[in-house]
């Protein structure tokens, strides 16, 4: 595992977008696994900014989401389409027969989650995972105690997900169920860059780097990848008792 911390999000996001645009640029036909939330917004600037540069072209590759509320319609101001239409996809040059997400919308949820792990086998598995971490450890959508055999699944979001997701939802809180790509799927990914930020990330960021091993902190069997980054700020990295340069 390595560890870089940056003075700000912005340089979390700089570099998040380098790894993506460098990963790209290696392999044009590359596969990414990308998330949504206020954490990737930096990065997904960025990368728009390459693009718009002339030094990103995303035409050839293939993107998957990691996850999306289940039950909300597409166009809902809070779902991950939207989400990803608005801060990515309608200012650069990906392919829409490229990029997906899960159906939120589907009458067979299971059914649905065993065509999108297929779906993204099928391609190859992702070459490149970007990850947030949510103040309880969780990695997409997989809560607390979710195991570390877990693929693409429907999976009940804590009270403090929802809470924290709550803004754009009439109910003042998200939805209690999300269609999420699951913890061995995100572990085959060949390369995963978490990124975190803020002083409320603190504390999960100290529980997946130095605390133990373990379900009830889904991000700290990040560790046990390969070839895993973890990207933060310096509030993001302040309860780690290790020195960070």
Known sequence: MELHV?????????????????????NPGANLLLPTGSTPRGMYRELVRLYR????????TTIFNLDEYLGIPRDHPESYR?????NL?????????????????????EEECLRYDAAIK?????????????????????????????????????????????????AGAAPEQAITVGMQTIFES???????????????VAA?????????????MLREHPDVTFLLDREAASALRREVA
């Open 89 to 109: 996809y309608r200012h650069v040059d990906a392919d829409p027969a490229r990029t997906h997400i899960p159906d939120a919308e589907t009458p067979a949820p």
């Open 208 to 220: 997946a780097v130095e605390g133990e091993v373990s379900p009830q902190t889904p991000a700290s």
């Open 82 to 86: 939207r989400y990803m239409q608005e």
């Open 190 to 204: 060949r390369k995963v860059l978490l990124l975190a930020s803020g002083p409320e990330k603190a504390e999960a």
């Open 6 to 26: 940056h003075d700000s999000h912005e340089g979390v996001s700089r570099t998040a977008a380098e790894t993506v645009s460098d990963t790209v640029s290696e």
């Open 122 to 170: 099928e391609t190859g598995g992702a070459d490149l995972c970007v990850l947030g971490i949510g103040r309880n450890g969780h990695i997409g959508f997989n809560e607390p105690g979710s195991p570390f055999s877990s693929r693409t699944r429907v999976m009940g979001l804590a009270e403090s997900t929802r809470r924290a997701n709550a803004e754009g939802f009439d």
């Open 53 to 60: 540069e002339g030094g990103l072209s995303l035409s050839d």
